[in-house]
Structures are given as structure tokens and as C-alpha cells.
């Protein structure tokens, strides 16, 4: 086969690809479907490169190697060198006339699963491996990039440092969910002291470890030499909670200012997210375009809706006599001091307010130990934003840099000091006012996607009873 250098379907679909018009071109990529008859095949082919097809015309009469082109089929991987030309049919502006067609590999119709389209996401699921193959993962995980890609441009056109805190942790002081425990013992020889508990002094670390719920401790000890820092990594939560907003393994996005109060902070978190969803609405409208069609006819709109819309700031005491004011009743009823559930949350973005919402100001006793106290020695000062559709996409707060306070609050909490100290001095040397926030990546992602379920916005989804790929 003549040695041509490969090019994307996605630069070959580009209205500028005039120049190779009229050239032998290569292409590579996956067989979608195969139509045609005895004369002549038409081959949809795609690389992942773009939602669309090329397609591929093969004379099947002028082509001598039968066996070869029986392999084409759904599935298949092939390489094609042919005419890039303007195309007859309707459908495509341009289709390759193949002269040089490879097989990598084929995939035996009686068996590869994607034969037809239409499949439901819940079997989707359980091919996790292959799925990246369809039009909708495709979409999904270009998604991903951009949306990956515009967070850290965000934050390096505004001048935070991109710190990498760490997954295997010593501390549980967040308190944000159960944990992982990470270990090298023996699990049939657990080592255990005098009165019975494990002795970890004899595991890897030499102390209890675990995989981070959030790289948010880490994360101030860096805005606090760094002023501006934010962190993107993944993180880990052991909850038993089988819902379509959770995952046990999650990306999240958090940025810590320092110099920044709680106003500061909500105003970052309003034009950071204005500013995703400006940045996936110009840069992939083919995907939403096809998510749109195939599962959210609001989709577009929505995302245009959160961008022009200024979010409405109110405190959480105003939001719990709204909702006891609405006459509507909850599955979980409200009253104050009580954890807002996603039911209350989206009430109050999608029928009271008809827009984003950023709550403030939450009962102490449902929030963190770190969030700063306000003076009514009642709340402190958290801040959540509450999305259409999701709920609860950003948690966030302004922190407590009082010494004593913080001090005083972790020993009411229950927090073992020596998980803490080294928190705990940077109140002491060189404290100063911050504020940061964590935005869950696949929140993020169900909204910008519009699917109804975290599961299918990340490849290889970790929940209660599902590690297989
Ligand atoms: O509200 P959370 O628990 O806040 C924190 O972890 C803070 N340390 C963040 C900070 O201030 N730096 O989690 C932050 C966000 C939530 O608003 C939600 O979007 C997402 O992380 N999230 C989850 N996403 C998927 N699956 C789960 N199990 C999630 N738990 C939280
Ligand atoms: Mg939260």
C-alpha cells in the first residue's frame, strides 16, 4: 500500500479541505455501517475525531481481493487510501473513492455487540470497554477534553497555579465522605495491637492512609505561599449512595484564593462557570448538537440560559422559608438546620427562580469544620451553587482563619489534633482571609452533556458493585 501520510476525518470534513480535493488521501478508522450491492459499497467510516462519517466508496467489481472486502464490516478497523472528491449523494460534501483498502482488524458480525445503532445506555454500561465507539462517547469524551482543557486556560489566563495535591492521604479531617483505606498488610494477617485495633505502624506508611475526598487541606497550605492555586484531580468516596449524581470515583476542581472573601469567591465561581459553558458552546456545537437531538431538546438553550443569566444570591435561611412557603411537598421535608437534598435544590433553580442559585451562609452543624464562623454563632460562611437539573454542582465556603476559632471548632468536632497540626499552622504563622470552592467535574458534565446519568459522562465509571473496567 502506497506510504501517505494519515489524515483526520475531522481536518478532512473542515470546509477549508479544499487543498487535498482532487488528491489520494489515507484515512483510518472504524467501519459504522456498510451499505451498497454487488457493484459498489458505501463505507461510513470514523477515527473519533469528529461526531461525523467519511464516507468511503469501494468499486467492489475493480477490487480482485474478495475476502478482504468481506472483512469490511461493522466494527472493522480498516486503512483506506483513496481520491478525496466531491461527493454525489446527499449527506456529505466530500467522499473518498478508495483504490487501497488494509484490514487491521475485523469484527465478526455474529458477535461484536455494536451492530446496530440505537442501544440503551444502561447496556452501554455494561460494554464500557467498547462504548468509546459510538457516536454518543464519542461525543461525550471530546466533551471531557474541551471541557478539561478550558478549565486549566481559565485559570492560567487569570493567574492561579495548577498545584498537585495528593490522592493517597494521612487525614480524614474533611469529614466529606467515607473513605478508601489504602494498605499493604496482609488482609490474612492483619497485625493487631494490645487492645485489639490494627497496628498500622506496620503498614507501608507506618499510619492509617487513605485516598483523598478532596485535595481542599492541601490545596490552602498552597494558596497560602502561591496567593491563587487550583487543583484538578480525582477524587474518592466510599458512600453506599446508588443515585445518578454519584460516582466513588470522581474528578473535582478546586481553586483557593487567598485575599478573597466569601463575595470574592462566589463572583469566581459565577464567571468560571459562565465562561465553560461559553467555551464548550463555541467550541462543540456538532456534539451538543447531536446530544441535543438524541437525549435533551432543552440542551442549548439551557446552557445559553446559564450563561446570560446573572445567578441569584440568597442565604440559606431565605431559601428554607421559601421552600416552606411553597406549599409543595418534598419527599424529605424541610425545615431549618436541615441538609438541603437535590429535590429542594432543584425547586428552587427550576420553578422558584428559574435560574442558577448560589446559597450562603449554612447552619455550622451540616458544614465542615473549616468553613469561618459568622457572628450569630449559628452559620458559617458556605457557599453552594445549584444548577438546573443537578443540584448541588459547586460546595464551596470562605475559611476560618481565627486560630483560636479553628481551634476550638475541631476539638467540638471530634477532630483528632494530630491528623491536623499542619493545618492548623498556617493559622498560626502568616494567616490571612481565603476562600476557595470544589466543582464536581462530572456534575459539570451532566449538565454541559445533558445525560441523565453520572455514569455515562466518565469513561470507566467506579460505583457500589462495578470495577470491571
Ligand atoms: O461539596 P463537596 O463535598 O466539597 C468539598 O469537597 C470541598 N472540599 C470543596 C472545596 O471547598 N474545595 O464537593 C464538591 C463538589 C460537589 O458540589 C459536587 O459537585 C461534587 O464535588 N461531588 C460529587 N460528584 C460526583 N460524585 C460524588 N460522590 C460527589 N460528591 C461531591
Ligand atoms: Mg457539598
Given at each position: 500500500m502506497k506510504d501517505l501520510q494519515r489524515q483526520r476525518v475531522f481536518d478532512l470534513l473542515q470546509k477549508d479541505c479544499s487543498p487535498l480535493l482532487g488528491q489520494e488521501v489515507n484515512v483510518k478508522g472504524w467501519v459504522r455501517t456498510r451499505r451498497g450491492n454487488k457493484n459498489v459499497a458505501f463505507i461510513a467510516l470514523n477515527d473519533g475525531s469528529v461526531i461525523h462519517n467519511i464516507q468511503v466508496v469501494v468499486d467492489v467489481q475493480g477490487f480482485d481481493n474478495d475476502e478482504l472486502l468481506r472483512q469490511i464490516t461493522t466494527g472493522a478497523c480498516i486503512s483506506v487510501n483513496g481520491l478525496l472528491v466531491e461527493s454525489q449523494g446527499k449527506g456529505q460534501r466530500v467522499e473518498i473513492q478508495a483504490r487501497e483498502v488494509i484490514v487491521y482488524g475485523g469484527a465478526d458480525p455474529e458477535k461484536y455487540p455494536l451492530q446496530k445503532k440505537g442501544h440503551t445506555l444502561e447496556f452501554l454500561r455494561e460494554i464500557a470497554h467498547l462504548r468509546p465507539r459510538t457516536n454518543t462517547f464519542g461525543a461525550i469524551l471530546r466533551l471531557r477534553h474541551a471541557l478539561s482543557f478550558a478549565i486549566h486556560k481559565y485559570f492560567n489566563d487569570n493567574g492561579f497555579y495548577y498545584l498537585h495535591t495528593p490522592i493517597i492521604t494521612g487525614s480524614d479531617a474533611e469529614g466529606a465522605g467515607a473513605m478508601f483505606r489504602v494498605t499493604t498488610l496482609d488482609m490474612k494477617d492483619v497485625p493487631v495491637k494490645k487492645d485489639g485495633s490494627v497496628d498500622y505502624s506496620q503498614d507501608f506508611f507506618g499510619k492509617e492512609t487513605n485516598l483523598t475526598v478532596s485535595g481542599q487541606l492541601e490545596g490552602e497550605l498552597g494558596a497560602l505561599a502561591l496567593s491563587n492555586i487550583y487543583t484538578f484531580g480525582p477524587t474518592f468516596r466510599a458512600e453506599n449512595?446508588?443515585?445518578?449524581?454519584?460516582?466513588?470515583?470522581?474528578?473535582?476542581?478546586?481553586?483557593?484564593?487567598?485575599?478573597?472573601?466569601?463575595?470574592?469567591?462566589?463572583?469566581?465561581?459565577?464567571?468560571?462557570?459562565?465562561?465553560?459553558?461559553?467555551?464548550?458552546?463555541?467550541?462543540?456545537?456538532?456534539?451538543?448538537?447531536?446530544?441535543?437531538?438524541?437525549?435533551?431538546?432543552?440542551?442549548?438553550?439551557?446552557?445559553?440560559?446559564?450563561?446570560?443569566?446573572?445567578?441569584?444570591?440568597?442565604?440559606?435561611?431565605?431559601?428554607?422559608?421559601?421552600?416552606?412557603?411553597?406549599?409543595?411537598?418534598?419527599?424529605?421535608?424541610?425545615?431549618?438546620?436541615?441538609?438541603?437534598?437535590?429535590?429542594?435544590?432543584?425547586?428552587?433553580?427550576?420553578?422558584?427562580?428559574?435560574?442558577?442559585?448560589?446559597?450562603?451562609?449554612?447552619?455550622?452543624?451540616?458544614?465542615?469544620?473549616?468553613?469561618?464562623?459568622?457572628?450569630?454563632?449559628?452559620?458559617?460562611?458556605?457557599?453552594?451553587?445549584?444548577?438546573?437539573?443537578?443540584?448541588?454542582?459547586?460546595?464551596?465556603?470562605?475559611?476560618?482563619?481565627?486560630?483560636?476559632?479553628?481551634?476550638?471548632?475541631?476539638?467540638?468536632?471530634?477532630?483528632?489534633?494530630?491528623?491536623?497540626?499542619?493545618?492548623?499552622?498556617?493559622?498560626?504563622?502568616?494567616?490571612?482571609?481565603?476562600?476557595?470552592?470544589?466543582?464536581?467535574?462530572?456534575?459539570?458534565?451532566?449538565?454541559?452533556?445533558?445525560?441523565?446519568?453520572?455514569?455515562?459522562?466518565?469513561?470507566?465509571?467506579?460505583?457500589?458493585?462495578?470495577?470491571?473496567?
Open positions: 449512595s446508588n443515585t445518578s449524581r454519584h460516582l466513588a470515583e470522581f474528578w473535582m476542581i478546586e481553586p483557593e484564593m487567598a485575599f478573597c472573601d466569601i463575595h470574592g469567591n462566589m463572583d469566581l465561581a459565577e464567571e468560571f462557570l459562565k465562561y465553560l459553558v461559553s467555551y464548550i458552546l463555541e467550541n462543540c456545537a456538532d456534539d451538543l448538537e447531536f446530544l441535543q437531538k438524541q437525549y435533551d431538546d432543552g440542551l442549548i438553550g439551557r446552557l445559553q440560559h446559564v450563561k446570560e443569566n446573572k445567578f441569584r444570591r440568597l442565604s440559606y435561611t431565605e431559601a428554607v422559608e421559601i421552600l416552606e412557603q411553597s406549599g409543595k411537598k418534598f419527599e424529605y421535608p424541610v425545615k431549618w438546620g436541615v441538609d438541603l437534598q437535590s429535590e429542594h435544590e432543584r425547586y428552587l433553580v427550576e420553578q422558584h427562580f428559574n435560574k442558577p442559585v448560589i446559597l450562603t451562609d449554612y447552619p455550622k452543624d451540616i458544614k465542615a469544620f473549616y468553613m469561618k464562623q459568622n457572628d450569630d454563632g449559628k452559620t458559617v460562611r458556605a457557599m453552594d451553587v445549584l444548577f438546573p437539573k443537578i443540584g448541588e454542582i459547586i460546595g464551596g465556603s470562605q475559611r476560618e482563619e481565627d486560630y483560636d476559632k479553628l481551634h476550638k471548632r475541631i476539638e467540638e468536632m471530634g477532630i483528632h489534633q494530630e491528623d491536623v497540626w499542619w493545618y492548623l499552622e498556617t493559622r498560626k504563622f502568616g494567616t490571612a482571609p481565603h476562600s476557595g470552592f470544589g466543582l464536581g467535574f462530572e456534575r459539570l458534565m451532566l449538565f454541559v452533556s445533558g445525560m441523565g446519568n453520572i455514569r455515562d459522562v466518565i469513561p470507566f465509571p467506579r460505583t457500589p458493585q462495578n470495577a470491571e473496567f
